[in-house]
């Protein structure tokens, strides 16, 4: 049962344009959500995480948006970089039990061109 | 200043045989997270331990998986008799002592274990 779904395994974008990563969960007891970027042969790296108190966080040129009636949420990158090439996982937990116990999806391969 | 290390970063096994994953937490850290990656799969959690405790190990599965992470050394995730289901990447991941988190969660680069 795939809590946590990442249905495009791929996205490709053209540098400077806007990346739209999607990502939907089905357990409404999530209530907090991060992005990890993985580079090939490394582990995941934290970029950016909203509670689900709120609608949007934002970090530089990463926001993240979340709509709970939806049970969906989307990071948006602008203006994409090459560098920002990298597989992109979403994961939630919910905190009222293990709120180190991250749920994640399978991903997302994300290519900016130059 | 060094990451989470893990080794080794490649393990090809036979099937029956052990594998013994080893995972140094980031400097100061106390807590650590094993989580397996499954082809095509996202990363799923498998047990959280502090010095010495096994604290959740509801990820794990029953049989043949077993993990440590003693005082002195580092943690230890050992698969006994693997099987080709075990064939996976396996990431450790640390956090800070305190209360234990998710955006503090500081990722290996992984072991990717190969089961002939």
């Known amino acids: 049962d795939q809590q946590v779904k990442q249905n495009s395994p791929s996205l490709s974008v053209q540098e400077g344009r806007i990346s739209i990563l999607n990502c939907d969960y089905t357990?409404?007891?999530?209530?907090?959500f991060l992005w990890y970027k993985k580079y090939p042969a490394e582990g995941p790296t934290f970029l950016i995480s909203?509670?689900?108190?709120?609608d949007k966080n934002e970090d530089g040129r990463f926001t993240v948006f979340l709509n709970k009636s939806a049970k969906h949420l989307s990071l948006h990158i602008v203006p994409s970089q090459p560098g920002d090439s990298a597989v992109y996982f979403c994961?939630?937990?919910?905190?009222?039990?293990?709120?180190?116990?991250?749920?994640f999806g399978k991903g997302t391969l994300l290519t900016v061109n130059p | 200043n060094a990451g989470v290390m893990q080794n080794p970063r490649h393990l090809v096994r036979r099937r029956g045989q052990e594998a013994r994953l080893r995972c140094s937490p980031m400097?100061?850290?106390?807590?650590v997270y094993w989580y397996r990656q499954l082809p095509e799969e996202g990363l799923k959690f498998m047990v959280y331990?502090?010095?010495?405790?096994?604290?959740?190990e509801s990820g794990m599965p029953k049989e043949r998986f077993s993990a440590e992470f003693p005082k002195e050394g580092p943690s230890i995730l050992r698969i006994q008799q693997v099987v080709r289901g075990d064939s996976a990447a396996y990431f450790c991941?640390?956090?800070?002592?305190?209360?234990?988190?998710?955006?503090?969660?500081?990722f290996g680069p992984g072991t990717r274990l190969t089961v002939l």
């Open positions: 991941a640390s956090s800070p002592p305190g209360l234990p988190g998710t955006d503090t969660q500081y």
């Open positions: 357990n409404s007891m999530f209530d907090y």
């Open positions: 400097k100061g850290h106390s807590h």
């Open positions: 994961a939630a937990h919910w905190s009222g039990g293990s709120n180190y116990k991250l749920t």
């Open positions: 331990l502090q010095k010495e405790n096994i604290i959740d």
């Open positions: 909203i509670s689900s108190i709120k």
